[in-house]
T-cell receptor
């Protein structure tokens, strides 16, 4: 089944404790992206990747890192989480970064930073 | 910059009622427009899209028409079902150097009662 998977689905952590949220897709997509969803703000892009070893900042990159060492994986790293990073996070992928390439979303990771 | 504004929610309807969720946008050029749906506990799924003015996107009984003169892309369904209860997001893709980034509205929660 074609899908985007994320782990963990739920995470409660404390300020400053490094964490990684994994994202994996099995569709051989080149483009991958991370969004965060906050009430009243919709989804905002954190980082994106056009292909292996090619990443760039989205609209709200502060406090996050990403890497793209393999085509299928695009982990989101919070080196020192803070309470304002409490949010619902979505990974998305598409064949290419373009108009006619539907983006497929993972199920989301709900992160709480105490 | 680009932005999407959706009607305030939540929206509560009885089964078989008519649904309209308003969406207006601000963008330069000729963006493509999308409606995504998020069912409880799941990621976003593409519901429908329109890529140029006067296009009508449709899927699962939902429709939306790209109105450039009013910069709108309102979502409609003639007869909603309980299974349509979800969060609906309007989004745009401006193309060009947007590198796959979608700009989302804040989301509208729809609850349909039997």
């Amino acid at each position: 089944e074609a899908q985007v998977t994320q782990n963990p689905r739920y995470l409660i952590t404390v300020t400053g404790k490094k964490l990684t949220v994994t994202c994996s897709q099995n569709m051989n997509h080149e483009y991958m992206s991370w969004y965060r969803q906050d009430p009243g703000l919709g989804l905002r892009q954190i980082y994106y990747s056009m292909n292996v070893e090619v990443t760039d900042k989205g609209d709200v990159p502060e406090g996050y890192k990403v890497s793209r060492k393999e085509k299928r994986n695009f982990p989101l790293i919070l080196e020192s989480p803070s309470p304002n990073q409490t949010s619902l996070y979505f990974c998305a992928s598409s064949l290419l970064a373009g108009l006619n390439n539907e983006q497929f979303f993972g199920p989301g990771t709900r992160l709480t930073v105490l | 910059g680009n932005s999407v504004t959706q009607m305030e929610g939540p929206v509560t309807l009885s089964e078989e009622a008519f649904l309209t969720i308003n969406c207006t946008y601000t963008a330069t050029g000729y963006p493509s427009l999308f409606w995504y749906v998020q069912y409880p506990g799941e990621g976003l799924q593409l519901l429908l899209k329109a890529t140029k003015a006067d296009d009508k996107g449709s899927n699962k009984g939902f429709e939306a028409t790209y109105r450039k003169e009013t910069t709108s892309f309102h979502l409609e369904k003639g007869s909603v079902q309980v299974s349509d209860s979800a969060v609906y997001f309007c989004a745009l893709y401006p193309g060009g150097t947007s590198y796959g980034k979608l700009t989302f509205g804040q989301g509208t929660i729809l609850t349909v009662h039997p």
